[in-house]
Each structure stands twice: as C-alpha cells, then as structure tokens.
C-alpha cells in the first residue's frame, strides 16, 4: 500500500475519468480471470473444497475462495484509487488545517461510521503518496522521515509486545477493541518505516533496474495475484515431494508461468474492450 501510493503520488492527474477507467480495468480484469482459473483448477485437483456458494460469492464480491485471501487487497487499492484524485487536487491546495481534518476524517470518522475496513492501510497509501507528490527527489527529507518512523514503530511496537505477549491485554477489558485498532496502526507504521529505509538504502547504492528490477516491476501484480494459490491453497505444491527446495522451485515455476500467461490475457482482454469502447 505504502509503494502503490508512493509511485502514485509522483504521477500527474490530468484526466480523472481516464484515470479511474484504466487503474480499475488493470485491477478488477486480471482479478477476475484468476479467480476463473483457480475455480477451475479446484474442481480438477480440490472438488471438494470448494461447492457453488464458494464459487459464486468470489466471482460477484472478492476474496472468500480458499486460497485467494490475499486478495483483500483489491477492495482497499480500488477504494485508494477513488480518493487518489481528491488528494491530488488537495495538494495542490494544502494547509495545515485542511491536512489536520483529512487525517481526522481517515483516522476517527470513517471507522466509527464504517467498522469492517482496516483504515490503517489506507493510511499507508495516503501517507506514501504524500511522500511521493512532495518529497521524492529530497533525499534528506526522506532519510529524515525514515528515521522518524523507524523510531516511532519500534517504540509503538514496543508497547504492543508489552501489552500482547505478556498478557496484559486480558486486563484492558471494555478496552480491547481499542487495543486491536492501535495494533493494526503498529502494523502500518512498520511498514512505512520498512519502505523508508529500504528506500534511502537502495536509492544510495545506486544499483540502477536491472532486467530482474523490470521483470517484477512489469509483473508484479500478476504474481501477486497468483503465487498464494501454489503456496498457501489446498492445491499448494510445497508438500509435493520430500525436498523443500524442490517444492519451492516447482512454486516459484508455476508462479512464473501464471503470472505472465495472466498477463498476456489480461492485456489482450483489455485491448478488446478498449477497441469497443473507441468504435
């Protein structure tokens, strides 16, 4: 969330519409021919994992087909992309108050009105992009920020271990919803502070793209989308012989292969509706 909000936050927004048209068909496309071919695959090698409310419910809403879990992914970058345009047009326009009740809309309002989503990841995207729209080519700032939220995650996260592994958290009582949320933002602030340092670190040893950097870079979605079904699914291949290594290989080659034949696909889905929408 935090690098998908950071690239785009050194993009421009000229066309709204187009902008929503084209991220929307590069998620939801891809998305849902995988969800195809994995209910296909269930019913050749996992008949009886999966029944018609497990194939149904996957292909109208998202992620409840076993195996697929990682997709909660979707619904949140989707919604990121609704509000990408809001926070364009925000920075351009930004003051202190207006950033003061964004972050009170994101943190306290949305949550209370709408519980089932974990708005710390949202914050992670907007946190990123507005790193990226303002300080992408300011290496001290960013070395600055790293640190800053390097710190803050180890203290927070601190406090969290206290509080979970000593058992502490039984004695907070009427409390504990409470605790779960501010856990789930002890989560988020690792992860910005995890891209932060990578970032200056990387971006120090200037190691340039290589062919492997374009490779993940031009698929990285696809294989997002397709190694969890080889890993973590009832199909998983990582107990198909007696070596690990082996197993991981045979994950990695059939990752490999899905994701870039999904690619193909989907592009060519994509066209073909980009071809009736033009004539």
Not at 117 to 144: M, P
Not at 261 to 268: A, D, T
Request: with cysteine; glycine share 4%; hydrophobic share 50%.
């Amino acid at each position: 969330m935090v690098i998908s909000g950071y690239l785009y936050g050194k993009k421009e927004i000229t066309d709204i519409p187009h902008f929503m048209i084209t991220n929307i068909k590069k998620i939801l496309i891809p998305a849902f021919l995988w969800i195809c071919f994995v209910i296909f695959l269930y019913r050749v090698f996992a008949r009886e994992s999966i029944g018609l409310s497990e194939i149904v419910y996957p292909l109208v809403y998202g992620q409840t087909l076993p195996g697929l879990a990682h997709m909660w992914f979707i619904p949140y970058i989707l919604f990121c992309y609704i509000i990408t345009p809001i926070l364009y047009q925000l920075n351009r326009k930004i003051t202190i108050h207006r950033l003061f009740w964004t972050i009170v809309i994101v943190l306290v309002a949305l949550p209370v009105i709408y519980q089932h989503i974990e708005y710390s990841r949202i914050v992670c995207y907007i946190i990123g992009w507005f790193i990226g729209a303002n300080l992408h080519d300011n290496k001290k700032q960013l070395t600055r920020l790293a640190v800053l939220f390097s710190v803050l995650a180890v203290s927070f996260n601190g406090v969290r271990i206290y509080f979970k592994y000593f058992g502490i958290v039984a004695l907070l009582g009427p409390f504990e919803p409470f605790f779960m949320c501010y856990e789930s933002y002890c989560h988020s602030l690792l992860g910005i502070a995890l891209f932060l340092s990578l970032y200056c670190i990387f971006s120090k040893l200037n190691l340039g793209c290589n062919f492997l950097c374009g490779f993940i870079d031009r698929y990285s979605y696809e294989i997002y989308l397709t190694h969890h079904v080889f890993v973590l699914s009832v199909i998983s291949v990582l107990s198909m012989t007696n070596y690990n290594i082996i197993n991981c290989l045979i994950a990695v080659a059939l990752t490999l292969v899905s994701s870039l034949s999904l690619k193909v696909v989907s592009s060519n889905v994509i066209r073909q509706i980009d071809r009736r929408i033009v004539k």
